[in-house]
């Protein structure tokens, strides 16, 4: 019979580190945020900037897309923008061609992965602030504008937008799941951002100074991880901008999700790996314990879930409280799995079912990710997922 006392300790010290990366992470965020109350020194200006648009294939998005950039709400004297086409072969370089006249200028380059695409667009942009956009964004007029206010503070090196999912016309209960996400995540950026700084931000919104651009030494990183953190660990802040505001569609269904979680989650870790340096407290302070319990302490928590289910089980005849614990985490999955099975139905959007199932989702895409990991799976060609295509990942 095995030793109950390391199933207690496996227990406890599993179900105390699942309540602290989300709970206790959390309120740790309000505590500090509360305590430095780190406002950003904003001003109505209107630096140059470049909007760079990577792009592969996106014949069904990019006119829209182009059509949106050219109807901000921005200076065009101060505005340029950039089409990175890496390695495009559909028609894509065509239709982007088309808006020269207008002054789009279209980049297009060999297959050779994202972040090159970036790196060659960015050494031809002439804007002292650089905006990098999803080829799938909508942005809403003003978004630039809220962008660049916030360069006005001499302390702030970039800033992420706030993107917003519009309700999916053709998607599963999935997309119900991402908006929850999405609203939480949120929520802990803009406390985040008067801590110091965010985490990272994402590739659909996000500005930062030319002069602390860093092309990432690895293709088999997340871009807009590894480019905006290098503004961090150049001593400036990376802030929220809640009122910068991009639109996209959720991804349309649970499989194209988990494949798509599990590629930003493998190329995050890579990422975090590159930037460890960001993990020293004594350098670099508050931020490293927020970088550790979201991007690294998160991502193990399907391991901590596994080892609490399979210890509870040797606890259960030990008291009432064991039993009742198995017999929630059992009724926890069964759920997940029937808000699976339920996922295109009316009644799999009922938060009853599509929060355990899209919680499960997502920590099935982390545990992948730290396997790929750990057995040196890379993943350095990026094909999006979108319109109802699932894209193959090429390593």
């Known amino acids: 019979m095995p030793d109950l006392s390391i199933s207690w300790w496996?227990?406890?010290?599993?179900?105390?580190?699942?309540?602290?990366s989300y709970a206790g992470f959390s309120l740790?965020?309000?505590?500090?945020a509360h305590l430095r109350h780190r406002r950003v020194q904003q001003k109505p200006i209107t630096p140059r900037i470049s909007l760079i648009i990577p792009v592969w294939n996106e014949e069904r998005a990019i006119a829209e897309r182009l059509d949106n950039a050219l109807g901000l709400d921005y200076p065009t004297d101060r505005l340029e923008i950039i089409v990175a086409s890496d390695g495009s072969d559909d028609d894509t370089d065509n239709i982007v061609s088309g808006y020269a006249p207008r002054g789009v200028r279209l980049m297009s380059f060999p297959r050779r992965g994202k972040i090159y695409a970036l790196k060659d667009a960015v050494a031809a942009a002439t804007g002292e602030i650089l905006v990098f956009s999803d080829a799938n964004s909508m942005y809403q007029r003003d978004a630039l504008r809220m962008l660049a206010r916030n360069f006005a503070d001499p302390e702030v090196g970039g800033v992420c937008g706030n993107q917003i999912y519009l309700k999916a016309k053709k998607a599963d209960?999935?997309?119900?799941?991402?908006?929850?996400?999405?609203?939480?995540?949120?929520?802990?950026?803009?406390l985040e951002s008067l801590t110091g700084s965010?985490?990272?931000?994402h590739g659909a919104i996000y500005a930062i100074q030319r002069k602390l651009y860093q092309p990432p030494a690895s293709a088999a990183v997340t871009d807009d991880f590894a480019i905006s953190t290098a503004v961090i660990e150049q001593k400036y802040r990376l802030v929220f901008e809640s009122d910068a505001i991009a639109y996209e569609e959720p991804t349309a269904s649970a499989a194209l999700e988990f494949g798509r979680k599990v590629r930003i989650m493998t190329r995050g870790l890579r990422g975090v790996l590159m930037r460890r340096r960001l993990l020293n407290p004594f350098r670099y302070g508050f931020y490293s314990l927020e970088l550790f319990s979201h991007k690294v302490l998160r991502r193990l928590v399907p391991f901590f879930l596994l080892v609490l289910f399979v210890a509870n089980w040797f606890l259960i005849a030990d008291n009432r409280f064991y039993f009742a614990a198995a017999v929630a985490q059992t009724l926890f999955y069964i759920l997940a799995g029937a808000g699976y099975l339920l996922r295109r139905h009316r009644v799999g959007r009922l938060k009853f079912f599509y929060v355990p199932f899209f919680y499960c989702l997502a920590n099935a895409a982390a545990f992948m990710a730290v396997i790929r990991v750990l057995t040196g799976k890379?993943?350095?060609?990026?094909?999006?997922?979108?319109?109802?295509?699932?894209?193959q990942l090429a390593g």
């Open 28 to 32: 740790l965020i309000i505590i500090v």
């Open 198 to 201: 965010i985490v990272s931000a």
């Open 378 to 391: 890379r993943i350095e060609f990026w094909q999006p997922q979108r319109h109802g295509n699932v894209g």
């Open 10 to 20: 496996a227990f406890w010290l599993s179900a105390a580190l699942i309540v602290y």
């Open 173 to 190: 209960a999935t997309s119900s799941g991402e908006g929850m996400y999405w609203s939480f995540d949120k929520w802990l950026k803009s």
